[in-house]
């Protein structure tokens, strides 16, 4: 039995079946849950994780909430009574295991050769010479000046370490309630992995609710104008909808969750899956308006006749090139491939089968008067292009070739970010605090050295002050802290200035062990507990830095790596900062991977489609064309490889490369009709030219939605992968057949 005929004899099958799969593929959605955590897009045994979660289930959660609080001077009676307040209600409340603020930090002195341990601020100053007198107690206090108070007074810290258990919307829920508490005039900003979880969490919830009906809207719209025919509209957007809920309905049926980057898998089945349908509806309109007493069940058996087969070879070649991402270290990104490739497959699937029964019960549209007389706009520009592309094809090679020499110079400019932070725009208030946090109190990252041994050993405390004054010579390290700093500071205290013993790490252990004792007879013991275990078995030295470029990053943990190398009670590093900097290199690693796995599936697609070489060659010439184009212009502007573009090598290559095969295809059946090249390269461009370039612009504008995204990366991405199918459209509508009048090659006709 005919393809043909399978459909019209079950097309009712074919028509039903569908819509009850895709009912009971949305199903699942309902229990979607969304992973703003960036430590989960690596897999557990990834090494930076498990150093990260070593340190935290020794000595607690590592990310800390930061509120950062603003007035013309804290040091004001008002100011300060809110913070009492403030701390007191935070160290009441049980969703917080630590608090550091003005009235958590100690001041650390010595009278009469003995060691007193108070608060920085013990009473509220009355008098401005008692405010002044405490500022300048502040300055000289090396644990709390630039650490919770910055240089000019304008800005104090309260730092949260959130309990064992406590999520994050419990904790900030508790901040809130007491925020409210106990108000004040201070501008209050928010900062911290919790709140940046937060943001994460809440924006890519508000851009899954309003993308995806925006973008379809726009979708149904340009199909409108682009078809002038309701059949044009309603066909490709059914597939559209039926894939987007398989795509999306398998990430729960998984175990999956939703992340910032799979924000983008309904777009994407916006922008691609009605691909399919869009060249049925072209070739429809053609054949319509050529053939005018034909009914809708013949023109429909010669549309399945001629495309079925340039079809399924474009959908396979684009399930390809998604599946490229599986290669990608980034959990959510090979996600985001498998997902993406099962619902362009089931999209590919409805088009060739769903969508022609659709089309036999259905009454023909009337003719579409421009392709009868051949005067449409569209026509008349496909029409230049096939003369110029055909007449000059030197020309054509040496604006494309000049083109591409100008954009690579720009690869030498690209640069890597994967720092989350730089996901929200500039004016958004986390941006701010990270700002405020970076440029006052010595920045938003975290670095933590885990030491193991004797701690009060005399030998390894003064290895490890000498890490400290080595780092803190780096401008980019803000400050410093350990054990071994403490007890230097408790060295002054018990000293005066000129004893060999002042400000430096005792000789004995017993004198270290006194020092200990003596502050925990004035002080608290449980002060030391983010530096020391209780036995002095272990203790962490923090390293807080700023880096704005991966460079930075870098180097900062490259020379806290190169420092500490050789000391043999140096176990791990951690901290997120150690995760970053796994993740820039995951996504330079997942980009050459998935873009390697994606060429050269799609390239062996077509040599064994077209049983050529050469067409091989050809076929993935504009995809690595646009591939260099892309990432150069990337670097002429500025743009960073980030997650969200990491990925548009592989979805560049998915979409693109249908448009040279439609271009093929229909070239060689113009060719076996007997046509010279010039008159099948006009007939083939002004024909399937209007789908290819129908389905590049709806792919364009489907991603145009993304422009409203919450968060920089996706605008960034919608941005380059409009660019990136602009260029591939542009090489199948001019590049492609220039190369083709020029080379003649044999699988487009075999007689040459």
């Given at each position: 039995m005919r393809y043909e005929t399978f459909i019209e004899k079950y097309r009712w099958w074919l028509i039903v079946v569908?819509?009850?799969?895709?009912?009971?593929?949305?199903?699942?959605?309902?229990?979607?849950?969304?992973?703003?955590?960036?430590e989960r897009y690596f897999p557990e045994d990834n090494p930076a994780v498990q150093s990260k979660h070593k340190i935290d289930s020794l000595f607690g959660n590592s990310d800390p909430i930061i509120l950062i609080f603003e007035t013309k001077d804290v040091l004001n009676a008002k100011t300060l009574t809110r913070m009492r307040k403030l701390s007191r209600a935070f160290n009441r409340a049980t969703e917080f295991e630590r608090v550091i603020s003005l009235f958590d930090t100690k001041q650390i002195r010595g009278e009469e050769g003995m060691m007193i341990v108070d608060p920085v601020i013990g009473k509220t100053p009355a008098t401005e010479a008692d405010r002044e007198e405490l500022r300048q107690e502040i300055r000289g206090n090396e644990l709390a000046y630039k650490l919770v108070v910055s240089e000019d007074f304008t800005k104090t810290l309260i730092i949260l370490k959130q309990a064992n258990g406590v999520t994050d919307e419990e904790?900030?829920?508790?901040?809130?309630?007491?925020?409210?508490?106990?108000?004040?005039?201070?501008?209050?900003?928010?900062?911290?992995?919790?709140?940046?979880?937060?943001?994460?969490?809440?924006?890519?919830?508000?851009?899954?609710?309003?993308?995806?009906?925006?973008?379809?809207?726009?979708?149904?719209?340009?199909?409108?104008?682009?078809?002038?025919?309701?059949?044009?509209?309603?066909?490709?957007?059914?597939?559209?909808?039926?894939?987007?809920?398989?795509?999306?309905?398998?990430?729960?049926?998984?175990?999956?969750?939703?992340?910032?980057?799979?924000?983008?898998?309904?777009?994407?089945?916006?922008?691609?899956?009605?691909?399919?349908?869009?060249?049925?509806?072209?070739?429809?309109?053609?054949?319509?308006?050529?053939?005018?007493?034909?009914?809708?069940?013949?023109?429909?058996?010669?549309?399945?006749?001629?495309?079925?087969?340039?079809?399924?070879?474009?959908?396979?070649?684009?399930?390809?090139?998604?599946?490229?991402?599986?290669?990608?270290?980034?959990?959510?990104?090979?996600?985001?491939?498998?997902?993406?490739?099962?619902?362009?497959?089931?999209?590919?699937?409805?088009?060739?089968?769903?969508?022609?029964?659709?089309?036999?019960?259905?009454?023909?549209?009337?003719?579409?008067?421009?392709?009868?007389?051949?005067?449409?706009?569209?026509?008349?520009?496909?029409?230049?292009?096939?003369?110029?592309?055909?007449?000059?094809?030197?020309?054509?090679?040496?604006?494309?070739?000049?083109?591409?020499?100008?954009?690579?110079?720009?690869?030498?400019?690209?640069?890597?970010?994967?720092?989350?932070?730089?996901?929200?725009?500039?004016?958004?208030?986390?941006?701010?605090?990270?700002?405020?946090?970076?440029?006052?109190?010595?920045?938003?990252?975290?670095?933590?050295?885990?030491?193991?041994?004797?701690?009060?050993?005399?030998?390894?405390?003064?290895?490890?002050?000498?890490?400290?004054?080595?780092?803190?010579?780096?401008?980019?390290?803000?400050?410093?802290?350990?054990?071994?700093?403490?007890?230097?500071?408790?060295?002054?205290?018990?000293?005066?200035?000129?004893?060999?013993?002042?400000?430096?790490?005792?000789?004995?252990r017993e004198a270290v062990a006194q020092y200990l004792e003596l502050y925990s007879m004035n002080g608290d013991p449980e002060d030391f507990e983010d530096l020391v275990n209780f036995d002095y078995t272990r203790a962490l030295m923090t390293v807080q830095f700023r880096a704005d470029s991966k460079n930075a990053l870098d180097e900062v943990i490259g020379e806290v790596e190169e420092i500490t190398a050789k000391d043999p009670n140096r176990t791990i590093i951690g901290g997120f900062c150690v995760i970053d900097k796994e993740l820039s290199e995951a996504i330079i690693s997942g980009q050459y991977n998935s873009l390697i796995l994606a060429i050269a599936i799609i390239a062996l697609l077509l040599v064994i489609i077209f049983r050529s070489a050469t067409a091989g060659f050809l076929g993935v010439l504009p995809l690595i064309y646009t591939i260099i184009a892309l990432f150069g212009t990337m670097g002429w502007l500025g743009i960073k490889l980030d997650m969200a573009t990491a990925m548009l090598s592989s979805i560049a290559i998915g979409i693109g490369v249908d448009y040279t095969i439609h271009l093929f295809w229909r070239l060689k059946q113009e060719i076996a009709t007997g046509k010279p090249y010039q008159e099948a390269i006009h007939t083939t461009l002004t024909t399937t030219g209007r789908g290819i370039t129908i389905n590049a612009l709806t792919v364009m504008i489907g991603f145009t939605v993304l422009f409203i995204s919450s968060f920089l990366i996706i605008k960034y991405f919608a941005f380059l992968i409009i660019f990136s199918v602009l260029i591939c459209l542009l090489c199948a509508l001019i590049l492609m057949p220039s190369l083709s009048i020029l080379m003649k090659p044999k699988f487009i006709n075999p007689k040459s």
């Open positions: 569908p819509i009850v799969i895709t009912f009971l593929a949305a199903i699942p959605l309902l229990k979607t849950k969304i992973n703003p955590d960036l904790a900030i829920r508790k901040i809130d309630e007491v925020l409210l508490e106990y108000g004040g005039d201070e501008t209050v900003l928010k900062g911290g992995s919790p709140y940046l979880r937060k943001h994460l969490n809440d924006d890519t919830t508000r851009d899954m609710l309003t993308l995806l009906p925006i973008g379809l809207i726009i979708m149904i719209l340009f199909l409108a104008i682009s078809f002038r025919e309701w059949k044009g509209v309603f066909l490709p957007f059914l597939v559209v909808i039926l894939s987007i809920a398989i795509s999306l309905g398998f990430f729960p049926l998984m175990g999956w969750e939703l992340s910032v980057i799979t924000v983008l898998a309904p777009i994407m089945m916006i922008a691609i899956a009605n691909n399919y349908g869009v060249h049925f509806i072209a070739r429809y309109q053609e054949l319509n308006a050529q053939n005018p007493d034909w009914t809708m069940r013949e023109i429909t058996r010669e549309v399945l006749s001629k495309l079925k087969s340039p079809v399924i070879v474009t959908g396979l070649t684009t399930i390809a090139g998604i599946l490229g991402l599986v290669v990608h270290i980034l959990l959510p990104a090979r996600q985001l491939g498998v997902a993406a490739a099962l619902g362009i497959a089931f999209a590919l699937l409805f088009s060739i089968t769903f969508l022609p029964a659709l089309m036999m019960v259905m009454k023909k549209g009337k003719r579409i008067k421009s392709l009868e007389n051949e005067t449409g706009f569209l026509h008349k520009s496909l029409s230049w292009l096939a003369t110029r592309s055909s007449r000059r094809p030197y020309h054509v090679l040496l604006v494309f070739g000049s083109f591409l020499i100008l954009a690579a110079g720009g690869i030498a400019f690209l640069h890597v970010d994967s720092n989350a932070e730089n996901f929200l725009p500039p004016g958004h208030p986390f941006r701010q605090a990270t700002n405020l946090i970076n440029n006052e109190f010595g920045g938003t990252m975290y670095m933590t050295v885990l030491f193991e041994g004797d701690i009060k050993d005399p030998t390894l405390l003064k290895r490890m002050g000498q890490y400290e004054t080595t780092l803190e010579k780096d401008p980019r390290i803000g400050s410093v802290t350990s054990i071994a700093s403490v007890i230097r500071i408790m060295s002054r205290a018990l000293n005066d200035p000129g004893d060999s013993a002042y400000n430096r790490i005792p000789d004995s």
